[in-house]
Every structure is written in C-alpha cells, then in structure tokens.
C-alpha cells in the first residue's frame, strides 16, 4: 500500500522528536520534498470556513506614492514597508498588505458565517477606504489600472526577483505584479474522501467564473481586446508557474500538486542582498546539486508561495481566478464559491455542468460570456447557486443582488467588462497577451 502524503516526512520528524511543520529540515531526496508539500498543503476537515482576500488599484489626482499610501494606511501599515508599525488588524480582524505596485489588500480571517463575513469584510472595507480617503485615494472600479504604466513601488527582494523572471517571458509580468487586482476566495480543502473532487470542481468552475466576472477590458490606456486583461497577463507572464493544471482527473490531487511544485523552476534562492534568480533550476534540480547547499522545508515552503495558479492550495484553497469587483459585489463570488461547494451533491453537479467548458481559460478572458458554452454554463451554475446560497444564511442584500445579476447580466451573457465606465477608450487595440507557445497552459479552438 502506497503511503500517505507526508509520511515519509512525519518519519523523519518523529526520528528528531518533532512535529510536522515545527522545524525547518533540510530536504535530500525530492521524495522528501513532494511529501513535506502533500502535507502542507492540503489540510482535511469538514469545509465549514470562508476567507476572503480583496485587492484594489488606487486612484488619485497624480499617480500613487508609497508615502501617501503607507500614511493612508496609519497602524495598519505592515511592518516589513513602515518600520515600527503595529501592523495592527482592522476592528474586525481582517489584515492589511500592500501588492508590488502599491495595491492594497485585506484579508479576512476565515469565518464559518457568511453572513459573518460580510458584515465584517464591509465594516473592515469601509474603515480601510476611509484612511486612504483622507490622503487623496479611491480604489479603482476596475481590476486592471486603465491608464498608468506598470511601476513597482516596493523595493523588496522578493518583488525585484520576480520582476527580473517575468521580464524572461515578456512584460506582462509586470502588468500582472503591479497594474492588477483580484478577489481571492478561501475555502476549507474538505474532508479527504471529497477532496479531489473539491479539488476538480473548483478549477472547472474556473473558466466560468473568470467570464462571468472579468472586469479589466481596459490595461495602461488601450482597450485589450480581453474581457480580463489581468487573468490573460498572469498566464502571459510565467505559464510554469501560473498555468491551471492539465491533471484534475488525478485521484490525488496532493501527490499532483507535490509533483508539479518541485519540478517547477525557482523563482529566487533567498540570500543577502540581491537575491539570485537561477534560469531553468527546478526545486527538484537544488535537491539533486544544481546550486550550492541542501534546500530545508523553508525553503521549499518559499517556493510553494512563487506558484501563482488559479487555484493555490495552502492548507485551505485559495481561489485566484476572480478579477476584482466593484464597490460591495466581492461578495457575489464568495457566495457563488461557498453555495457550490458547500454539499458534495452540489460540487458533483457543478462537475457535470461545467466540464465540456473546463479548459475553456483563453476563451473566458479573451471574450468572457460571449462564448455560447460558456454563457450556457454560468446560466446553469448560477442558477444552482442561487438555490444552494439560502442553506448558508446570507445577509438579504447579498441574496438579492447575486438574483438580480444572474436574472439580468447572467441571462444576457454580460460580465462587469462589458460596462463601459466613463472615460474609458471605446475602441479595442487587439493586444496577443497569450505568447505563441506556453508551458502548460491548454488552449481551445476558437
């Protein structure tokens, strides 16, 4: 019988009298290294918890600082950018980053209630607006920044690493790492005899969900000619490490994503000063010798979090694949997310009903619902939502708006995209944001 994933890591742990994930252990074999991520990253459990992360471009009279934003942001600043900041949480416990090119994200803590949630992530959402206000900046409606070049404001190794691989591929690396915002969804794994089909749905959700709340048509003053301009930057800019996965009928979706990690090119290789950015040197390959000293489960873990998939396991599922939102509806799809997922009856469903769309991504960003599948698809998953959504208690107003888009943008075959805000360009200048060849990323017949 094959072993559990991380048994041969546990092993290794209870030999030194410790638990998993309390020691930083050098990695020898990539055997050892595919464990300790099974084990990491996938966390079982009754799925009872949703999270949500929220980004926003910020719009101002002249472009952006990252004083003014850092001031904006007061206590809740994070440490690693204001030095003696309490990073404190927002009164209702959501946490506040800044992104590459001076986004700024909240992050909730997982909740069991969505009505919970929203109150919280509103009141949090409001008292973070309120700051940035005072010095001069609102979050742009739109998940792609519609006019300014892309321009990293934070200085840190991390962010000049992956700036330096992205301009590897092309440049819309950078447009994804500082000109694009998402709502990212967090959802409990489940329990381990549902998983993989958790696993499964939540990626053949994507393609729908992409189309039906793309919301970046306009990128650095042109109308792409992409419903989601920032989903089709991010598969553009390093498909080894954004592409979604080609193995979702794979009965173990752990094993998979442990596969997929070490062999996946390092991003950087932490150090002092400039960090190093190795061409072509795979996790597995630094196991093997390629670069000097052993690789311990920090560094591994570090690697995990240079994956920027549609969907990122962390011990929970991270859902990546939602453009950002305007004003409250981030909360259409968390309620979307959350209703489908909630009993393994409705995920089966939602499997049969999206899977002759599942590898629809280009598809999805370039012309959202316009695609017949596509729209065919979200009428039906949105319409099973809607029927789910009550069993998890949602605030009225969030029952009421996810009904009255899906009766009237939903039937229309209509995302966010295709309302043009004023001032934007009218005209599309066909951008080829998905290079010729790809590592990974499938693509569809027109």
């Not at 009255?404 to 080829?432: C, K, M, N």
Request: hydrophobic share 45%; aromatic share 6%.
């Amino acid at each position: 019988m094959a072993p559990e994933p991380g048994q041969a890591l546990d092993a290794a742990l209870s030999a030194q009298g410790t638990e998993p994930g309390e020691a930083d252990l050098p990695l020898r074999t990539r055997a050892e290294a595919e464990a300790f991520v099974a084990s990491v990253c996938f966390k079982h459990g009754p799925p009872r918890l949703v999270g949500v992360e929220l980004e926003w471009l910020l719009r101002a009279a002249d472009p952006p600082e990252l004083t003014a934003i850092l001031a904006g942001l007061g206590p809740h600043a994070p440490a690693s950018l204001a030095p003696g900041s309490p990073a404190a949480p927002l009164p209702h416990g959501s946490l506040v980053t800044v992104e590459p090119g001076g986004q700024v994200e909240l992050a909730s803590p997982p909740l069991a209630s969505l009505r919970a949630l929203t109150a919280a992530v509103e009141e949090d959402t409001r008292s973070l607006h309120a700051g940035l206000a005072a010095y001069g900046l609102t979050p742009e409606p739109r998940a792609a920044d519609p006019d300014r070049p892309a321009r990293r404001l934070l200085d840190l190794p991390r962010y000049a690493a992956m700036e330096r691989v992205f301009d590897r591929q092309g440049p819309y690396g950078r447009s994804g790492m500082c000109s694009t915002s998402a709502v990212q969804v967090a959802l409990d794994a489940g329990e381990r005899a549902h998983i993989a089909a958790r696993w499964a749905a939540v990626h053949e959700l994507g393609p729908v969900l992409l189309a039906a709340f793309a919301n970046s048509p306009v990128l650095h003053g042109r109308r792409t000619g992409w419903k989601s301009s920032r989903f089709a930057a991010w598969l553009a800019s390093d498909p080894a490490r954004t592409a979604p996965p080609t193995d979702l009928d794979r009965p173990d979706p752990a094993q998979a994503w442990a596969e997929r990690v070490v062999a996946t090119p390092l991003l950087c290789v932490r150090g002092e000063g400039e960090w190093i950015t190795p061409v072509g040197v795979t996790f597995a390959d630094w196991i093997a010798g390629a670069l000097p000293g052993t690789p311990t489960t920090a560094d591994l873990e570090y690697h995990v979090s240079t994956l920027f998939p549609p969907v990122r396991p962390r011990g929970f599922l991270e859902v990546r694949y939602v453009d950002g939102q305007q004003g409250a509806d981030w909360a259409l799809p968390v309620a979307v997310l959350a209703a489908l997922t909630a009993r393994p009856a409705t995920v089966d469903r939602v499997r049969e009903l999206c899977e002759p769309v599942r590898d629809r991504w280009v598809q999805a960003c370039r012309v959202g619902l316009e695609d017949p599948a596509l729209a065919a698809a979200a009428r039906e998953v949105f319409a099973l939502a809607g029927a789910a959504l009550p069993a998890l208690d949602p605030p009225p107003a969030l029952a009421a708006r996810l009904a009255a888009v899906t009766e009237g943008r939903i039937a229309a075959g209509r995302s966010p995209a295709d309302e043009p805000l004023p001032g934007e360009p009218t005209v599309p200048e066909l951008v080829e944001i998905i290079p010729s060849r790809t590592e990974g990323a499938r693509r569809e017949p027109a």
